[in-house]
């Protein structure tokens, strides 16, 4: 087991990647509070804090509703865009793939135009300072197919402003994984990178589906795979990585769900496990705010559960190695993560 102090001294200052993460997942309660005042509603940071407590997915998908809810401007975003960046700057991460909830926007009959020019400028102010930022449009999957083809179609139109990828999360047991085979395919005719929420709350066969019927690069959690040895070995084989997040499976109580007990503890993760299966695995957050964690939290979670310290360097090796962004474009950031880690004697 790798030594937590002196490790998580060294991931702090080392350059780091994060590739699963919710912009809108990353309003803190005191920034929930702002919105609400901009609104003309009184929120006390305290009283938001309260609506981050729950114990499973439906509860947190409650919670991302309120809190969402409170955005309704091009101001509101750049506002959450700021925070996050900064956030991520203090960690020392320099390249982050960011999840934009359009299809919450388009429920909310917004500009998604307008919203995300004002996150691209952020993005682009950041650059200068050593954080790329790029962007992930996610559809709901409760909201159905096509509400996703619209969210695709916009993802579609971004990618030269920095839109990477299309995805789906929300509620992975609301539409069967087959009904958005057409939104993928328009997807890949884009050029679009393609990944999902799957194997978080629902069961090994909807990162199969997921696999088989939409062709996805990457799959959002995918916990459920400690479930099934034929796919952990499938995933291996394929090397298709799992963006896993220890505290957001335990705090929305998908661990406890996949393991059938009424609570979870972080011992009974399957993180080390898909590491020594030879998995792919990319450490991140998903909802920081929400689940009161960050990025070196969640290395930390990795050397608890027994990770050694060449292992976690790898890890977070592989968030870079794994981005989306083109080879030409990702080798100078992992010669960056990997100058950082040799200065940190972890290479």
Not at 26 to 48: D, H, N, Y
Not at 145 to 172: N, T, W, Y
Request: proline residues 4%; contains cysteine.
């Amino acid at each position: 087991m790798a030594d937590s102090q002196d490790l998580a001294a060294k991931i702090a200052k080392l350059p780091k990647a994060e590739l699963h993460l919710h912009l809108e997942g990353s309003i803190t309660p005191s920034t929930v509070s702002l919105l609400g005042e901009r609104r003309g509603v009184a929120i006390s940071p305290e009283s938001a804090a309260a609506r981050y407590q729950y114990t499973d997915f439906a509860g947190f998908l409650d919670a991302f509703k309120w809190a969402t809810g409170y955005l309704k401007s091009p101001e509101d975003y750049s506002l959450i865009a700021h925070r996050l960046a900064d956030d991520l700057v203090r960690q020392n991460v320099i390249y982050a793939e960011v999840t934009v909830s359009v299809g919450v926007m388009l429920r909310y009959n917004q500009n998604v135009e307008v919203n995300f020019n004002a996150l691209a400028e952020v993005a682009d102010r950041y650059r200068e300072n050593g954080l790329r930022m790029m962007w992930i449009f996610d559809a709901t999957r409760q909201f159905g197919a096509d509400a996703a083809m619209k969210v695709a179609v916009l993802a579609a139109k971004f990618q030269k402003r920095g839109v990477l990828a299309f995805g789906i999360g929300g509620d992975e047991l609301s539409v069967p994984t087959g009904s958005f085979r057409a939104v993928y395919e328009f997807a890949r005719s884009q050029g679009l990178h393609l990944l999902i929420h799957a194997g978080e709350i629902g069961g090994p066969e909807v990162v199969r589906e997921s696999l088989d019927l939409l062709g996805v690069e990457r799959i959002g959690h995918g916990i459920a795979a400690m479930r099934d040895p034929v796919l952990a070995e499938r995933l291996a084989t394929l090397r298709i990585p799992l963006e896993i997040c220890p505290t957001s499976n335990l705090r929305t109580g998908a661990l406890a769900r996949q393991i059938g007990k009424p609570k979870a503890e972080l011992s009974d993760h399957p993180l080390r496990d898909f590491v020594e299966r030879g998995i792919i695995v990319v450490l991140s957050t998903d909802d920081p705010a929400m689940f009161g964690t960050d990025l070196v939290t969640e290395y930390s979670n990795a050397a608890a559960l027994g990770l050694s310290q060449s292992q976690i360097t790898r890890l977070a090796e592989a968030s870079f190695s794994n981005s989306f962004l083109p080879p030409e474009e990702k080798r100078p950031l992992l010669e960056q993560f990997r100058a950082g880690a040799r200065k940190l004697d972890l290479l």
